[in-house]
């Protein structure tokens, strides 16, 4: 999702008069598209729900209308904030993990006996997903569960790799850092179900029932807006410099957009 001010409502307004549908799609895993409209709303762009295509919402319908899982086996464990627990309770998904407290701890002596073990009192059999997203209280209990489910056969899944968060004019930790720990661990990559994977893009059409050719993908990242835009072959894609990369990437990088804007307000004139 770009980062925007107030004035792109101006556009907003532009484009729907004009028939254009908006989707707004965001790799941010740590709000429910719920939250997000709120967000939206605070910057003067009014939108619905159902226009937000978030990756945890893109993980929680991979898991309840994609994934074949059997009856057993139908409990994720989630490693990460309340927008994932909000958008699998959307989709009756059951979950354990998460903003739980019980996993906001220390391991202890005994949890290395009993995670080894498969003891149930720690170890969940009925977990048949491991989904990893931004966790800010990542620790090493969370690791080691989700390391363990996964080598019982529990499937992968992230909602994003992005390695950074933009955040106060810095980048962050992001997504991507809670899942790489496991791909080294496990020599195994995750199923992404965020920008660029075209999982989501295929979801978003399926949701949407647009014409690639006449879409444009506008966003403030090259490795994951842009690149996501041009390996759906869409229509175009519109670089913004509001947020991650620079002028230099777009214009010199591997992954360059149609065009580029300092930001989307310049396209009122």
């Known amino acids: 999702m770009v980062r925007v001010k107030s004035q792109v409502s101006k556009k907003r307004r532009l484009i729907i008069p004009a028939g254009k549908q908006v989707v707004f799609v965001t790799n941010n895993s740590t709000k429910s598209r719920a939250d997000y409209r709120k967000k939206l ?3 003067g762009i009014p939108s619905t729900v159902e226009e937000i295509f978030s990756s945890s919402y893109s993980s929680s319908i ?4 994609i994934l074949q899982l059997p009856e057993n086996k139908r409990k994720v464990y989630v490693v990460g904030e309340t927008g994932i627990e909000q958008e699998l309770r959307s989709e009756n998904v059951p979950f354990i993990g998460g903003t739980d407290p ?3 701890r220390d391991v202890t002596p005994d949890d290395y006996k009993k995670i080894a073990a498969g003891d149930e009192s720690i170890i969940d059999p009925e ?4 989904l990893v997203g931004l966790d800010f209280h990542m620790n090493y209990l969370k690791m080691a569960l989700a390391y363990h ?12 790799i992005d390695s950074t968060l933009p955040n106060s004019g810095s980048l962050f930790p992001g997504a991507g850092s809670m899942s790489a720990p496991l791909i080294m661990m496990l020599n195994k990559e995750p199923i992404a179900l965020g920008k660029p994977s075209q999982a989501m893009m295929d979801s978003i059409e399926g949701k949407f ?3 690639r050719s006449r879409a444009c993908m506008v966003g403030d990242r090259a490795n994951t807006d842009i690149r996501f835009g041009l ?8 670089g913004v410099l509001t947020g991650v990369s620079s002028k230099e990437d777009f214009v010199s990088g591997d992954v360059r957009p149609h065009a580029y804007l300092d930001k989307l307000s310049d396209l009122l004139g």
Do not use: C, Q
């Open 149 to 160: 489910y996964i080598r019982r056969g529990a499937v992968f899944l992230a909602t994003n």
């Open 209 to 211: 029932k647009f014409d």
């Open 41 to 43: 709303e605070g910057l």
């Open 231 to 238: 390996e759906g072959k869409l229509g175009g894609t519109l």
């Open 102 to 104: 019980a996993y906001r």
């Open 62 to 65: 991979y898991i309840s209308r």
């Open 127 to 130: 977990v048949g997903v491991v």
